[in-house]
């Protein structure tokens, strides 16, 4: 199940036919759901000062203009500038960026209708704490945060859906947390996802206690395995990672036996 699966309650373009991405703002026709590539224009621009250019527009379009987006994805590399554009858009509901050398989320914090945050390649990224005063910020996903403190976001109590690790496929770095005890107070939570993280505690007892937790994707590391396996007979939500453990225990004993 992916984490930013589509509410049947926001605006969508209609089934099975693909957003068009957008790298001209005169592009922009009313449209409530848009994929924006303001950067990493070669095939369109040859020249740098006309991508330059593109790139202001959308910024100045963003910051400024009354629309009807609601469901804004940032396709391509995202500087500063840009996320803080993306928060003249007081009405976003859903809000993704794919990566970049964005370091500063302060802008996000005036998104008050904000349902749904991705915040891929977020490794310049300082602090998380201005996502905390988003009222009903319901999922959430953040890669590759390395120089922030993903406990920050424990406050967040009405979330409902977090993936917080390393979701890179092409990169092994590890995202370090220093424990679970801050999911406690997510109360709300259906689905959690730490992938690419490593526990300095790995102590995962405090997952037992989020009354509501249906889907959890963690790391088969060793430290994790006798807790998981004997969680499974007492949490549903450990089934799944205790049938990974057991299908990769399975793999290596066939691949001795080759």
């Not at 970049?100 to 945050?117: F, I, M, T, V």
């Not at 917080?164 to 999911?183: E, P, T, Y």
């Not at 889907?215 to 990672?241: C, D, I, T, W």
């Amino acid at each position: 199940m992916s984490l930013f699966r589509r509410k049947k309650t926001l605006p969508a373009p209609v089934e099975g036919v693909p957003v068009e991405v957008l790298w001209r703002v005169d592009q922009y026709t009313g449209q409530s759901a848009v994929r924006v590539q303001a950067t990493q224009l070669e095939t369109h621009e040859a020249s740098s000062a006309a991508r330059r250019t593109l790139f202001e527009d959308w910024v100045r379009f963003l910051s400024t203009a009354e629309t009807n987006i609601v469901d804004l994805d940032l396709v391509s590399r995202v500087p500063q500038d840009l996320v803080d554009a993306a928060s003249g858009q007081r009405h976003l509901r859903k809000l993704a960026v794919k990566w970049g050398p964005y370091r500063d989320l302060s802008a996000l914090s005036a998104l008050r209708s904000l349902e749904e945050l991705a915040l891929g390649g977020a490794t310049s990224v300082e602090s998380l704490e201005p996502l905390t005063s988003l009222p009903v910020l319901s999922r959430l996903f953040v890669s590759q945060a390395h120089k922030a403190d993903g406990a920050a976001l424990g406050s967040l109590v009405q979330l409902r859906g977090r993936c917080f690790g390393n979701a890179d496929l092409g990169s092994d770095k590890s995202v370090v947390l220093q424990d679970l005890r801050w999911v406690t107070s997510l109360n709300e939570l259906r689905q959690l996802e730490l992938p690419g993280t490593r526990l300095i505690d790995p102590d995962l007892t405090p997952l037992l206690e989020l009354p509501h937790l249906e889907n959890l994707r963690l790391p088969l590391r060793r430290a994790y395995r006798k807790q998981v396996l004997e969680f499974a007979a007492r949490s549903s939500a450990f089934v799944g990672v205790a049938s990974d453990y057991e299908e990769h225990d399975a793999f290596v004993a066939s691949t001795r036996h080759r």
